[in-house]
């Protein structure tokens, strides 16, 4: 069975997390926390981050490789790309600006979360570049009524793990969630919150940030 190492407060686990749920990839989740010290770690992630997978006693990191190597070791199982050649890089774009852009440019304040104080110059710049990321993903997102078109994609799975985090982290910050501004985003995320596979992540998700600001307050 295929083995997903990592823990559910990382945006990146949750995304292949949930693209292992869409396409019903039987899985087994293996907690660890990433180390760029551990030289047992470092020979199944070379640079030490989550997640990684581990399959037919193979290990494979790097989440977008992960995802790749998903549809190509299970061709039987539902595609999460679009047919289209033109539909499957809309999503690929789609799924570069909000793993890329948005999730770099809010990636320094996340640590609100986890019990540090975030500067205020950081926060701005921050902020500053989620607006540009956000405005780059209102050009492309069709919410019709998923992200790149009628049907659930990848693309969908890069939002759902990103968009929600980076809200949150805004909100705890400043009272407002800029992924809020994009016309049809809060009508989406309601409707990827309803979607099972959605609830079940993100019930997991705060239960994992529940026992790590646990940890921290001992």
């Known amino acids: 069975m295929l083995k997903l190492y990592g823990f559910p407060t990382s945006n990146f686990y949750n995304k292949v997390k ?9 899985f087994e989740e293996v907690r660890v926390a990433p180390s760029k010290t551990d030289e047992d770690f470092l020979s ?9 997978i581990e399959h037919k006693g193979a290990f494979i990191c790097e989440t977008q490789v992960i995802l790749e190597y998903l549809e190509a070791a299970f061709p039987d199982l539902q595609s999460l790309y679009p ?22 440019a809010a990636r320094p304040a996340y640590g609100i979360f986890f019990g540090r104080e975030v500067a205020p110059e950081i926060v701005s710049k921050a902020l500053e570049g989620v607006e540009f990321g ?10 019709k009524p998923y992200l790149a078109g009628n049907e659930f994609t990848y693309a969908d799975v890069s939002a759902e ?6 809200g949150q982290t805004f909100e705890k910050l400043n009272g407002a969630n800029p992924v809020l501004n994009v016309p049809g985003a809060a009508d989406y995320l309601a409707m990827m ?14 239960a994992a940030l529940r026992m790590q600001q646990m940890g921290q307050n001992r």
């Open 161 to 166: 793990a990103t968009l929600t985090i980076v």
């Open 134 to 143: 956000l405005k780059a993903l209102q050009r492309r997102a069709q919410f």
């Open 83 to 104: 047919e289209n050649a033109l539909e499957a890089a809309r999503c690929r774009e789609l799924m570069t600006i909000v793993d890329m852009h948005l999730d770099s």
């Open 18 to 26: 949930l693209a292992l749920m869409e396409k019903e990839v039987e």
């Open 44 to 52: 199944r992630s070379p640079m030490g981050k989550i997640p990684y």
């Open 193 to 206: 919150a309803e979607r099972p596979s959605v609830k079940k992540l993100r019930r997991a998700q705060k």
